[in-house]
C-alpha cells in the first residue's frame, strides 16, 4: 500500500513534470519561462525524494538536494541575474504557431510512449510507467531548442532537456551512480557560466541576442 | 408507501434549486468581484430584482424581428432548465437523470447556443451578427477540448452517464489521479468561455468589441430578456455543478456512502449543504480568476481554448501513461 | 423488441385469393422497370410539357413507394433472396440478390427518391410555366427520362449480385447523372463541372473495375468468368497482399464517387449546377451508394480482417470531415456550401466505417456492429436532412432567382413554411437534439469512447484523438448552419430587386415537409430503427446492437449498457417542450405589452440592410484561425487621395481549394504536356501513319 500510494505520487509528479515541459513551449515571457523552469525543478526533486525514501536508495536524497539547490535556485538565479544584466526582461519572444507547437508536442509524447512501452513491459521497477514522461520531457526539451529564437530561451530548453534526462535516469534505474551525478551537476554549472560569458560576447557582437544573427556566421560565397 | 413518490420529489427539488439557486450565485460572484475590488454591493439578491422587474415590463420588438427571434428565449430557457434536471445537482436518484448523458448535455447546451446564435442574426444589425460569429467561434473551439476532458473522466468511471460517473467517483477507493487534474483544468478553461466569463467574454460591458453574448441578446426587452437572462445565470450554476459531480462529487446524496448516506430524502439537507460550499468557493474561484486577468483579445481566444485542449489531451494521456 | 420479425410482405410469395403478392425483390425489380419504362416513353409527350412532368414524376413516386416497401421488408426480416436474371452476354446471367444491406439502400434511395419526386413536379414547372422561370422557358424532357436512368441506376447497382451487372448499372448511374448535372448545357460552368464529374467518375470506375478483377481471379482463376459472381468472391479466400490490393483498389474507386477528400473535386462543382432536384438526389443518395459499394467490398466479399485498412478509412474520413465543413463554412454560394457539407457526412459515415473494420479485425463484434449502425444510421440521416436541405434551397432559388447567400436575408417572412422546414433540416445536420443528426453522432461518440479496449496500446491513444475531431467537425457544423439560416432567412432582404419572392407551391412544401418529419421521427423513435436495421449487423459483423439498445423499451436508447450510456430524445423533446409551454404561459401573468419599434443597435440610427453581417464576415474568425489549412488571398484596396480616408474600399477575397491546386493541376498540366508531345506524332501523312502500325506489328513480332 505505501509503495503503490508512492507510485501514485511519482505519477502525479511525472504529470506536473509534463505539464511544465508543456508550459514551456507555449511561454512567451522570459521571466515566467524562468518560473516554470524553477518549478520543473522542484518536482524533479520531490519526485527523487519519494523515490529515494520509497525504495530506501540514499544517493537519491543527495541528488533531490542537489536538484533543488541547483535547478530550482542556483540556476534561475544566474539566469535572472542575466537577463537582468542584459536588460532583456521587457522582450516578449514571437513564439512560432503556438498551436501547430503544441499539437507536435502531443505527436511526441505518444510517440515517447510507444517507444518506451517495451521497456515498461520488462520493467519491474515502480517508477517504470514515468519512463514515458521522461523521454517526453527531453524532446520537448530539443523541441523548445529548435522553435526558439532567443538565444536565453534556447538555454533554458536545454536545461529542461537535461531535466528530462535526470528525470529518466531516476525512473528508469532508480538514478545513476552518486558520482556521474555529481559531475553533470558541476558541468550544468559550469556551463551556465560559459552561457553567459557567451551571452556577453554575442550581445556585444551583434548587439542582439536573437540568434538569427547568428546566420551572419557563415563563409561568403 | 410515499417512498415511490421520493425520485418525483427530488426532481421537482432539484429543478426548483437549479430555478432559484441559480441568480443567487451570481449575486454571490458580483459581490464577491465589487468586495475584492473595494466598491459597495447592490446585495446578493440583485439578480432576482433585475429578473422580475424585467417580467413584467412591457416589450419592444425590433420592426422585422421574426418568431424566431419572439420563440429563442423560451428554447433557450427550456433547454438549460432540461439540462438542469438531469445533472445530479444534490441527488444522483433524480429519475430524469438517464434522459441524457454526458455527450447529449453538451447538446442539450449546444441547442441554446444555437437558438441565441439565431436570435441575434435575426434583427439584422451588425452587432448582433457579430456576437453570433463570435459566439460560434468559441464554442466550436471549445467543443473538442471539451470533449476530451469529458472523455478522460469517462475512461477512469467507464461510464459517460452522469450519475454513473459521481457513484464511480465518490464511492471508489482514493486515488491520486494526473489525468483527472488535467481534465479538471481543462473544464474550468471550457466553462470559463461557454459561460461567457472574463478571459473570454465579459458579462457586465456593453463595449461594442469586447461583447459576445451581450451582442447577441442587445435587442431583447422585457420577458425575452427576463428569461434570457435567466437562461445565462442558469447556464454558470450548472457548469459549475458539472464540474462538482464530474470532479469534486463527495456530498451528492443518494450514493449510499458514509456522507449524505441514506437514500431517499433524508441526504438531501447535508446534500444543500455541501452544494452551497462548493459553490461558493465555486464563486470565490471565477472571481480570483476574473479579478486577476484582462480580457483577451478575439484572438487569442483560440490559443486559450487550444490550451484547453491540450490540457484535456495530455489528461487523457497520463491515463493511459501513468495509471 | 422492433421490427424484427414484423413482415409487412412475406418474403416468399404466395397465391391467396387469386391476388400474387411479389416479393421484395420481385416488387424492387418491378419498381426498376417501371422506371426504365417511364424513362422510355417520357419522349413520347415531348409536346406536352406539363403532362410529361406529372406523369413522369407521379410515376417515379409510385415505383418509389413499391421500392421503399419491399426494401423496409427486406431489412425486417432479413431474408436474402437471389434471382439469376438471363440477359446479357451468353453465359454471363445477371445475378440479382437482396439481403438485408442492400434492402437497407433500397429504401434510403428509394424514400429519398418519393420525396424528391414529389418535390420536382412542382419544381420543374418553374422550368416551363413562366418566362422568367429559373432559366427562362426550355424543355424538361431529357431531364424526366436522365432522371428515371439514374434513379433505376442506384436501385439496380445495389440489387447486383456479379461484378458485370455492377458495372453496368454503376455506368448507368454514372452516364445518366453526367446528362444531368450538364442540363444547362449553355452554361459554360456547368459543361466544364460536368466534364470534371465524368472524368473522375470513369477514374473512379477503373479502379473498381480492377479491384473486381482481381477478387474474381482470384477466387475462380484468371483463365474463366466463374470467379465473378459475388457469391464466388464471397466464398473464397484471398491471400493478403492481394486483399489488401482490392480492398484499396475499390476503396479509392468508390471514395471518388462518394467525394472524399482528396478525390472530391468534381463534387462542389457538379452539385451546384445541377437541378436541384437532382443534386438533392446525388447528395442524398448517389453517394451513398458509392458507400453501399465500400461496405459491400469490404466487409461482405473480403472479410477485411487487417486494422491497417480500417486506419485508412479512418483517416481519410476525419480528413474529408474536417476539410469539408471548413470549406463549406467559406462557401458564399448556397448549393456549393451544401455540396461540401455533403463531403463531411461522407467523411463521418466513413469514420463509422473505419472504426466498425478496426472493431472488426480485433474480433469486438459487439462494438463494430455499434459503430457500423451509426454509421448505417447517419447514411439515412444525411440523406433526409440533405435532400431536406437541398430541397430548401432549391425553393429558395426558385423565389429568389439568387444563388449567392450574400444577397439574400429576411426570407422568413416572405417564406414562412419553407423557413420552418429548413430550419428542421440545419437543426438536424448540427447535430442537436432531438432531432435525427444528434443521434448517429452521438452513436459514434459511443463507439469511440470505447475505443480504449484494444489490445494494442498505440491505438488506444491515438484514437480517441478521432474522436476530438469529430466533436469540431459537429460544431463547426452547427456554426456553418447558424449562418446559412441566419443569412438566409433573418436579417433583412440585402439584395437588388425586392419585387417577387413569394412562397413555393404545395408540391415543395409538402416534399419538404415530409423530410423534416422523417427528420424529427428518426430523431426521436431511434430504438424502432435500430431494432429496424438488426439484420445488417449480423450479416456483416456477426454481432448486433439491438438487444442492448432496446432494453428499457422504446423510449430509452442504452448502446452498450445503462449505466454505461442513455440517451432519451422523446424525454428531452417533450421535456423541452413542456418547459417552454409552461414558460410561455407564466411569464404573461403580468401583463406586460409588446409593441414594434425601429432596431435599437445601442442606439444607432443609420442602419442599413448592408451593414448586417452577411456570410463571409460571419466566416472570417474561421478565416482567421483556420486559414493556414485552406488557401486564402485577401486584399483591401483603398481608392481616393488620401488613404487615411479612402473613397471606396475594394475588398477582394478568393479562397481556393488547396487540393484542387496543388494535386490535379500538376497532373492536368502534365498530362497536355505529354499530350502536346505525342502530338508531334501527327503529321497528316498516311504513309507514316502506315509506318507507325508497321513498327508496331514488328515489335510485337520481336518481343511476343
Sequence with gaps: MENGFAAQITGVLAALILLTAFALLVQRRIYGLLHIFAWQGLFLSISAAVVGYSTGLRHLYISSALTLALKVFALPYILYVLIHRLKIQKEVEEVVNIPTTMLIGIALVIFSYHLTSPVRELSTLMTRSTLAVALATVMLGLLMMITRRNAVTQIIGFLSLENGLFFAATSATYGMPLVVELGVALDILIAAFIFGIFFFQIRTTFDSLDIKEMEKLKEED | MTGQFYPAIIEGVQVATVLLAAPLLVGWVRALKCWSQGRSTAGLFQPYRDILRLFSKDIVLAENASWVFRAAPYVVFGATLMAGAIIPVISVKAPLAATADVIALVALFAIARFFTALAGMDAGTAFGGMGSSREMMVASLAEPALLMSVFTVSLVTRSTSITEMVRVLSTGPFVLRPSLAFAFLSFAIIAMAETGRVPVDNPSTHLELTMIHEAMILEYSGRHLALMEWAGMMKLFLFSSLAIALFFPWGIAGMGGWLAGTAGLAGLPAAFFFLALKLALAGVAIVFVETGLAKMRIFRVPEFLGTAFILATLGMLSYFMLE | MGFRGTAIWSAVPFQGRGVVIPSPLESVSLSVVIFLVTAAAAPLLKSRQASLINIAFSASAIASVIAAFAGFNAVATGAVETMVLPVGLPDLPFYLRLDATSGFFVTVTAVLVFFVSIYSIGYLKGFIGHPAGLAGQRKVTSLAVFYCLFVAGMLMVVLADDAYFFMISWELMAAASYFLVVFEDENKEARRAAFIYLLIAHVGAILILLSFGVMAGLSGGFENFNGYTFSAMRASHIPGVWKAAAFFLSFFGFAAKAGVVPLHVWLPEAHPVAPTNVSALMSGVMLKVAVYGMVRVSFDLLHVSDWRMGGVVLVMGLVSAVMGILYALMQVDLKRLLAYSSIENVGIILVCLGLAMIFKSFDMTALASLSLVAGLYHITNHAMFKGLLFMGAGAVMHSTHERNMERMGGLIHRMPQTAVFFLVGCLSISALPPFNGFVSEWLLFQAFLLSPSFPTPLLNLIIPLGAALVALTAALSARCFVKVFGVVFLGRWRGQHDTTVNETGLEMRGAMGFAAFACLALGLLPVFFIGWIDAIPRELVGGRVSETASEFGWLWLTPVAAERASYSAPV????????????????????????????????????????????????????????????????????????????????????????????????????????????????????????YSFATLILLLVFA
Aim: net charge positive; hydrophobic share 45%.
Design chain 3, 572 to 691: 428531452v423533446f417533450a421535456g423541452i417542450l413542456a418547459v417552454v409551454a409552461a414558460a410561455y404561459l407564466l411569464t404573461r401573468i403580468p401583463r406586460a405589452g409588446v409593441r414594434r419599434a425601429p432596431v435599437w443597435d445601442c442606439g444607432f440610427e443609420k442602419i442599413t440592410p448592408r451593414m448586417q453581417y452577411n456570410s463571409t464576415s460571419f466566416a472570417m474568425p474561421l478565416r482567421r484561425i483556420f486559414g493556414f489549412l485552406l488557401s486564402v488571398r485577401e486584399t483591401v484596396r483603398p481608392s481616393g487621395a488620401d488613404p487615411a480616408f479612402p473613397k471606396r474600399l475594394t475588398y477582394r477575397l478568393k479562397i481556393r481549394d488547396r487540393i484542387w491546386h496543388g494535386c490535379y493541376m500538376p497532373v492536368a498540366d502534365a498530362s497536355f504536356w505529354i499530350a502536346r508531345r505525342f502530338g508531334r506524332l501527327q503529321h497528316g501523312r498516311i504513309q507514316i501513319y502506315l509506318l
